[in-house]
């Protein structure tokens, strides 16, 4: 099992960053895939941004260029760096990983982007 704690939401004004962190109760260094995903009110929860054990990332189109996924291995965190945020983007953001075949969430920080 793994617990996942997000935190670094707020409330930022468009054109603004934040910087997502999410910490793991276990080492993440053999963990294969972790990722970030938000929902925002009446939708589906989307995969914002992911990245393998190897280091290989990938991006929603909607934030190509904006979002950046790393992984601190010494420090059990993934981290989403969200520069020229936009009012879209607005969302509750949760951390994901899959171990062994199980899915694991945390329970997510609000993201909210002012126009």
């Known amino acids: 099992q793994v617990q996942l704690v997000e935190s670094g939401g707020g409330l930022v004004q468009a054109g603004g960053s934040l910087r997502l962190s999410c910490v793991a109760s276990r080492y993440i260094f053999s963990i294969n895939f972790m990722a970030w995903y938000r929902q925002a009110p009446g939708k589906q929860r989307e995969l914002v941004a992911g990245?393998?054990?190897?280091?290989?990332?990938n991006y929603a189109d909607s934030v190509k260029g904006r979002f950046t996924i790393s992984r601190d291995n010494a420090k059990n965190m993934v981290l989403l760096q969200m520069n020229s945020l936009k009012p879209e983007d607005t969302a509750v953001y949760y951390c994901?990983?899959?171990?062994?075949?199980?899915?694991?969430w945390g329970k997510g920080t609000q993201v909210t982007v002012s126009s």
């Open positions: 990245i393998t054990r190897g280091d290989i990332t």
């Open positions: 994901y990983s899959a171990v062994n075949g199980d899915n694991y």
